[in-house]
């Protein structure tokens, strides 16, 4: 049995052409990999962002609230020592309660539409 040690393998040229073929597919699902990986990493972070200012948008709104109630309250509150009788107290705190009642539904509109907003954002 005689082997000749000096001889090189050859790699068929049709086999070279299916593993060049083979490593070039894997190479582009890699990257198509890497892409949609990168674009999914955007997205969520874009997604993130959004609600995030979504939510202090919402926050800003409900201390901007907050701020118009109590500026209210000390108004009333002002009235309320230049009363100079139990009926004009009345009257005062009739015409708050409307007011404010007025005032609270409105709000509550606006803090449900932030609400809204804020859940369509989330669910995109």
Do not use: C
Request: hydrophobic letters at 50%; zero cysteines.
């Amino acid at each position: 049995m005689a082997t000749d040690s000096g001889a090189s393998f050859e790699i068929p040229a049709e086999m070279r052409a299916f593993a060049e073929k083979s490593v070039e597919q894997a190479k582009q699902a890699f990257e198509s990999f890497l892409a949609a990986a990168q674009h999914a990493a955007s997205t969520a972070g874009t997604q993130v962002a959004s609600a995030q200012s979504g939510v202090k948008e919402a926050g800003e709104l409900a201390m901007k609230f907050a701020e118009q109630n109590i500026a209210a309250s000390f108004d009333f509150a002002q009235k309320l020592v230049r009363a100079k009788d139990a009926q004009e107290v009345m009257a005062l705190h009739a015409e708050y309660a409307k007011q404010q009642m007025a005032v609270l539904g409105e709000q509550a509109k606006e803090l449900g539409r932030q609400a809204t907003k804020l859940a369509g954002g989330a669910a995109h």
